[in-house]
C-alpha cells in the first residue's frame, strides 16, 4: 500500500461504467490482495484486515450493487474510509459465520462484549481493541453482532517490531465464551506490515 493511501476521495471514484469494464479483473486481483489479510480464529470468526485497497473496492461495489449514484458517494466514504489503517494501526473486520441461524443467535446471545476483548499480541505485547464507534455492537440484552469492526493502535515500538520478519503476531479473543488465538503466518504479517509506517 502506498504510505500516503490513507483517505479515499471522491476524485478515486470511478464512473460506474468504467467500473463495470474493469470489474470482474479488479475482483480477481483483490481476492490475490485478501489472500493473506485473512486470518481464522477458532471455529466461527474470521478477521479481514483492511487497508486502503479493499475499502477502494467495497465502495465501488456498494455503489454498483445499490446504483445509488452520486447521492450513495458520500455515504460510502464516510463509512468506509474510517477503516482504512492510518500508519500506527491495524484495522480488521471480524466476521462471526455461522450458518445455522438458531446456532448463530445462541452463540452471539453468550458473546456481548467480545469487540472489547479482541486482541493483537506482538513479541508478547498485548494491544487491545478499540472498536469502531458508528454504532454499538452489543445489545442492552448481551447479544453481540455478527460483523465487528476493530482497530489496533501500535506503540511506534510495536510497529517497528511488527515489522521486522519472523516477529510473533498473536490474534485472538480474551471473552470467557470464545478464548481463541492463533498465530498469524509470516505471510499474512508482511502483507499487514505493509499498512504501518
Known sequence: MARQNREISRQDILPMDIYESQRKERRRDLVALKRNRRVEVG???TWYFENYETMWNQI?????????????IADELSA?????????????????????AERRKRLLGKLGGIELKAFLRVNGEEVTARPEEDVERTTADGKASSVH????????TQATAFKQPGAEVIIGFSHPNYHHMTQISEEVRSALAQDLD
Open 43 to 45: 471455529p466461527v470468526a
Open 60 to 72: 465501488h461495489e456498494m455503489l454498483y450493487i445499490e446504483r445509488g449514484g452520486e447521492a450513495q
Open 80 to 100: 468506509y474510509n474510517p477503516l482504512i489503517p492510518q500508519g500506527r494501526e491495524l484495522v480488521a473486520t471480524v466476521m462471526f459465520e455461522i450458518d445455522d
Open 149 to 156: 469492526f476493530l482497530h489496533f493502535d501500535l506503540t511506534d
